[in-house]
T-cell receptor, first 117, second 113 residues
Framework: NAGVTQTPKFQVLKTGQSMTLQCAQD?????MSWYRQDPGMGLRLIHY???????DQGEVPNGYNVSRSTTEDFPLRLLSAAPSQTSVYFC????????????????FGDGTRLSIL | GENVEQHPSTLSVQEGDSAVIKCTYS??????FPWYKQELGKRPQLIID?????GEKKDQRIAVTLNKTAKHFSLHITETQPEDSAVYFC????????????FGRGTSLIVHP
């Protein structure tokens, strides 16, 4: 298994441009999410999905859109890039457990380092 | 929603010493507490986790303790080695359909040879 694959690894954008960060997982995990990581701020949840066709907002959703048309893919779209969106973006997936083990560990991708000029 | 506080933000130890990182959480319904290690430029990776029906869990040099009454949990690393140098994140989540982990802000552990 490749696990969680993110593309691209690095990207530089100009203010106002749009782009899509790709995330794919081959573990048949139901739960997928996007985080941004900024110095001293930890991992902040942008959007998440508990299955195909279902998405919801996290802590910092403004300026980002997501969709989940398949179990495998969960792209993150920046609508109009702003310098405040300069960050490292991580996609993660996890299976949905059952009973007392409902919550399972997150499997992270390698991240996308995004700079907005 | 859940709030997770993590301390300290930076921890510097000598090789061979023990290191302890502490986290507190606010939601009494949280029942799953994982710890992740992130080396410089790498992805976060799970190192150990604990569920609310267990008070302590060990895996070689690392251990996690949970005090549900006080709503805090801690990561203990014994006999630290330079390769333990990394950023460590705690997280808390609740089952019942939300499946949303809340992360602490991270602790940068530096182990001096």
């Amino acid at each position: 298994n490749a696990g969680v694959t993110q593309t691209p690894k690095f990207q530089v954008l100009k203010t106002g441009q749009s782009m899509t960060l790709q995330c794919a997982q081959d573990m048949n995990h139901e739960y997928m999410s996007w985080y941004r990581q900024d110095p001293g701020m930890g991992l902040r949840l942008i959007h998440y999905s508990v299955g195909a066709g279902i998405t919801d907002q996290g802590e910092v959703p403004n300026g980002y859109n997501v969709s989940r048309s398949t179990t495998e893919d969960f792209p993150l779209r920046l609508l109009s890039a702003a310098p405040s969106q300069t960050s490292v973006y991580f996609c993660a997936s996890s299976p949905l457990g059952t009973g007392v083990s409902r919550d399972q560990p997150q499997h992270f991708g390698d991240g996308t380092r995004l700079s907005i000029l | 929603g859940e709030n997770v506080e993590q301390h300290p933000s930076t921890l510097s130890v000598q090789e061979g010493d023990s290191a302890v990182i502490k986290c507190t959480y606010s939601d009494s319904a949280s029942n799953y507490f994982p710890w992740y290690k992130q080396e410089l430029g790498k992805r976060p990776q799970l190192i150990i986790d604990i569920r609310s029906n267990v008070g302590e869990k060990k895996d070689q040099r690392i251990a996690v303790t949970l005090n549900k009454t006080a709503k805090h949990f801690s990561l203990h690393i014994t006999e630290t080695q330079p390769e333990d140098s990394a950023v460590y994140f705690c997280a808390a989540s609740r089952g019942g359909g939300s499946y949303i982990p809340t992360f602490g802000r991270g602790t940068s552990l530096i182990v001096h040879p």
